[in-house]
């Protein structure tokens, strides 16, 4: 009888034609929460926030917004940690700290905090969750920590979920330099339709390294262009490039890094065993 809707934005391009087709589906869901429902509306997505008139259930909205619901407020990175206070109706609700980073990682878990009191659980127990949160897998998991460089493996495909990955790692490290190495490898992420989102995506990395396409068989005119990405990133004056192969991104990483750095490789599949790979190149006398 709870449904929470985070985003909305254009994705699956291969099953969706356009963005208006993704908010229909999402429309068809919203209908059937129940009347006795709730539906939770994140309203810092505009694509989110305009189908709260679809609803024929309670409608609550949550974010980082004065005009929502259950608004988070005072981010505050704390390590791997976030902490932040939560008020509901402009009112104190409570202080709460999660085991993840990122603002995306905090309207998760003030939606969360929203379906939990709908269930009636308290605010201190709510609190003691979030605390003891483990995470997600494939969601900025440290995969291992070798000569000093810690190695993350992350699911982000979509511009989106790139941006806020490297958003949230840069505001816990404002000083560490950050590797974002990325595999285009979803329908979605191949796709030229995404070239102007991908050269703004990484503005929280130092250094970016571009694996080839995945699916490099679609038609040039749809394909995402890893050249053109890489002096769009340029003209924004970051440093990246692109590489031949998954042994490429390898030996240079473990030719250059140094030790503090952060490497995030972003991909939504296997990516070639490169997190295992990298981890053993930068082992003394792995390189």
Not at 83 to 92: D, E, H
Request: with cysteine; aromatic share 6%; charged share 25%.
């Amino acid at each position: 009888d709870i449904a929470v809707i985070n985003n909305v934005e254009f994705d699956h391009a291969d099953i969706y034609a356009d963005f208006d087709a993704v908010t229909l589906a999402f429309r068809r869901l919203v209908t059937l929460v129940p009347r006795r429902g709730l539906l939770l509306i994140g309203a810092d997505s505009p694509g989110a926030r305009a189908l709260a008139d679809t609803a024929v259930s309670r409608v609550q909205t949550f974010g980082t917004r004065d005009d929502v619901d259950w608004q988070a407020h005072d981010l505050e990175p704390a390590g791997a940690a976030t902490r932040f206070r939560v008020r509901r109706n402009a009112a104190p609700f409570g202080g709460f700290e999660v085991p993840l980073v990122g603002a995306h990682n905090v309207r998760n878990a003030t939606a969360a905090i929203a379906v939990a009191t709908e269930a009636g659980i308290g605010v201190e127990r709510i609190a003691e969750g979030l605390r003891a949160f483990a995470g997600v897998k494939r969601r900025l998991e440290v995969v291992g920590i070798a000569d000093g460089v810690t190695v993350y493996d992350d699911f982000a495909h979509h511009p989106t979920a790139v941006a806020e990955t490297l958003a949230g790692l840069r505001a816990s490290n404002p000083d560490t330099r950050i590797w974002a190495v990325f595999e285009p490898r979803s329908a979605s992420s191949c796709r030229r339709v995404f070239q102007d989102d991908f050269a703004r995506a990484f503005i929280g990395a130092d250094e970016v390294l571009i694996a080839p396409i995945f699916r490099s068989r679609l038609p040039e005119s749809e394909r995402l262009s890893i050249p053109q990405l890489v002096r769009d990133l340029h003209s924004r004056g970051q440093s990246a490039r692109e590489a031949d192969t998954i042994e490429d991104i390898v030996a240079g990483i473990a030719r250059e890094h140094r030790s503090g750095d952060l490497v995030v490789l972003m991909s939504n599949g296997g990516f070639g065993g490169s997190h295992q790979k990298l981890l053993r190149a930068l082992e003394p006398g792995g390189r």
